[in-house]
């Protein structure tokens, strides 16, 4: 390890806890993105990285349950790296206690249950109709494809957003969350900052029913949103919509293609698919959450500095052998217990539930169309690590009857 690297760090934290590596850029993470966060891993339990501000890294899962169920002790107010990333603050994630609690509650009667269910209509028939577009081509790049046209589709729908803008939103939410450099990240940042500006201009003056009409018009104790409140509301729900559930279903499509019997079981046990979501996202998680320690914290025999921030991989958790045996092999028949997925405690993902809808949906209309697929071996597969792990491309291929 270079000598540089070793004097930036705390004189009390041992050298084996210390890893020259950017969570951006682990090696081989575009190969593969969990085998990229478990050798990590191998490291240790909880390490220190000088890259993007320095920051500790936490790999076991034990670990990760207890900073999550320690809302106290390691705040939310850190959603990215380096330290102030954002320029205005994400609302309510960036907010805790009753703060995040009185703007939570502008956005959760969108993914409550009924509302889900209605969603599911149109996410539904826009799935049945890309599977039988794709069918009879033999082929697809599923990223292109499907995973960026489904679940985003219905999130624009939510907020009332142009349909066409979800290709070039999407690649700005994957620049601004997985680009290497600050600069590059700041770059597309602002950008979504530009076009959302626009949209709550329009419905500021001609609101609709949508989600984002009613924050923009919304109240919380009394009193309406300023503007950044609303603009920092809208840049969660846009990153939130747009990046990890298209990755999420990639992640686990690569893993059909590879695994046939596991296609087989979905398609012959059609009762038990949300089973198998869950064991899936379970074995795939895509957020690598951020936690920012209120006061000196003892964790793993070292102490956390008071503002110090813990980067808190969820896959980790789901690959865990403490946790899950055999936490790398799905397991259908799995007694399954509480995972990381969508992380515990106040801030747990608010569109948890229609993540679980959207990737149901997936694995009923595809396998019902196209049971039999695999990767092409002469297309490259690209993934990346990063605050979201990502599937950036995905070729498949099956056989046209």
């Not at 049945?128 to 729908?157: K, W, Y």
């Amino acid at each position: 390890m270079a000598s540089n690297i070793r004097e930036i760090a705390r004189a009390d934290v041992a050298e084996e806890r210390i890893v020259d590596v950017n969570i951006f850029e682990l090696p081989q993470g575009e190969v593969d993105a969990h085998v990229a966060w478990t050798e990590l891993r191998k490291r240790g339990s909880l390490l220190w990285t000088p890259h993007n501000g320095g920051h500790w890294i936490a790999t076991k899962g034990e670990l990760i349950e207890s900073i999550y169920r320690s809302p106290d002790i390691f705040s939310n107010r850190e959603v990215g790296i380096p330290a102030k990333k954002f320029p205005l603050q994400l609302l309510p994630i960036q907010l805790d206690g009753v703060d995040h609690k009185a703007f939570r509650a502008l956005i959760d009667p969108a993914f409550r249950p009924a509302a889900v269910q209605r969603y599911g209509v149109s996410a539904r028939a826009l799935a049945r109709d890309l599977v039988q577009t794709l069918r009879p081509q033999g082929h697809c790049e599923f990223v292109a494809d499907f995973s960026l046209v489904m679940p985003l589709a219905i999130f624009l729908s939510i907020v009332d957003l142009p349909v066409e803008d979800r290709v070039a939103l999407h690649t700005l939410a994957r620049r601004s969350s997985r680009s290497p450099t600050q600069e590059q990240r700041g770059a597309a940042f602002q950008e979504i900052i530009d076009y959302l500006n626009l949209w709550i201009d329009k419905r500021r003056a001609q609101p609709g029913t949508d989600l984002l009409s009613r924050i923009i018009h919304a109240e919380v104790d009394g009193q309406p949103l300023t503007h950044d409140q609303v603009l920092g509301t809208a840049i969660l729900l846009l990153f939130a919509g747009l990046d990890t559930v298209a990755s999420m279903m990639a992640f686990v499509m690569r893993y059909l293609a590879e695994h046939p019997q596991h296609r087989r079981w979905v398609r012959d046990n059609p009762t038990k698919v949300s089973f198998a979501v869950e064991e899936l996202m379970r074995r795939h998680g895509v957020a690598n959450n951020v936690r920012t320690a209120t006061r000196d914290v003892e964790l793993d025999g070292i102490t956390i500095r008071q503002d110090e921030i813990v980067v808190i991989p969820n896959c980790l958790h789901g690959l865990d052998e403490q946790q899950f045996d055999h936490a790398a092999d799905v397991d259908f028949d799995r007694a399954m217990g509480q995972t990381a997925t969508f992380g515990w405690g106040p801030h747990r993902c608010a569109g948890a539930n229609l993540a679980r809808m959207e990737m149901r949906i997936l694995l009923e209309e595809w396998l019902a169309a196209i049971p039999d697929f695999e990767i092409d071996p002469d297309q490259p597969m690209v993934q990346q690590t990063g605050t979201v792990n990502g599937m950036l491309q995905l070729p498949l291929r099956w056989t046209v009857d």
